[in-house]
């Protein structure tokens, strides 16, 4: 298969053109606002360079890899969709409840398959606990509460400042609480009824958004999820409590292989692209972006929010 990529604004563009290339498949283009940067990107993996975002959607492609600001993603996404080309939008998908609703119904109506995803969710602890999950072997849903942590310090830079601005990436809370807060949702959803959220500065005075802060997620079967971020950490991970009537279960980091989950992501996109299926269910990937946005709203407004609200 033969995919383009989309903006380098993030460093998962690097990993992804690394592993399409190892599965054999072509990075056929590469484009970013910056030429320059797109032609360094070009020369490293042998990719061809667009210079104009408009000859970007001409090219024979089976899919693109959206990599542009996360408040730009929706923009850039468009002319793709109606072009019927698969989607990989990188998280966050959407900022607002205009761009989700403008993206879910261009997505229908042109029956063009997109998908959006942590890669956290992908990594093959989370996958045997779903799999596991859905087997019933925990029994009913109890709890399911997430600890997120890593040193947002390089988000602090200039060059990466825009991952820290809530208008552009949602703010450190969704940037990368979402590792954290979609693998909960896989777990105890869907069906959320209602978010709370907060958020602080600890370390960081100088930070845009927080560098420390929690999500509750309660959803319409009396489950709770709760996830822990924090963002000042020297350490680095992804640990998940889970408790069921059945079975609880502290979810740790055990596989060296593959160990962020890429892999596999790039692997379930393709698939969908295979099948001409949604490789997550639209009707989830709207309920999770939503409760993301409600997130936000929680923090600014102080109060629980609803997600009929939205």
Partial sequence: MKFGILGLSLSHPYTFAKLL????HEVAFVWDYDYEKARNFGERFNIKVIKEF????KEHIDGVFIEVESHKHVEASIPFVKR???????KVMALNIEDLERIIALSKQNNSIIMTSSAISYKR??????????KGE??????ATSFVCHDMSNYLKEENSWQDQIEKSGGELLNFGIHGIEPVYNILGPGIEYVEANS???KYEQALSEDNGIVKLKFNNGSIGMIILTAIAEHYGFNTMIIGTKKKYFLEEKYEEDPLG?????RAFIKGIENNTYPIPLNKIEELIKAMIA????IKENRRVYLYEL
């Fill in 21 to 24: 290339q190892k599965l054999k």
């Fill in 54 to 57: 408009e000859d970007t959607y």
């Fill in 84 to 90: 019927k080309i698969p989607l990989f939008i990188d």
């Fill in 125 to 134: 602890e989370y996958r045997e606990v779903n799999e596991l999950v859905s």
């Fill in 138 to 143: 925990f029994g009913q849903m109890i709890n």
């Fill in 200 to 202: 602080e500065k600890v």
């Fill in 262 to 266: 890429y892999e596999a992501m790039i």
């Fill in 295 to 298: 997130i936000r709203m929680s």
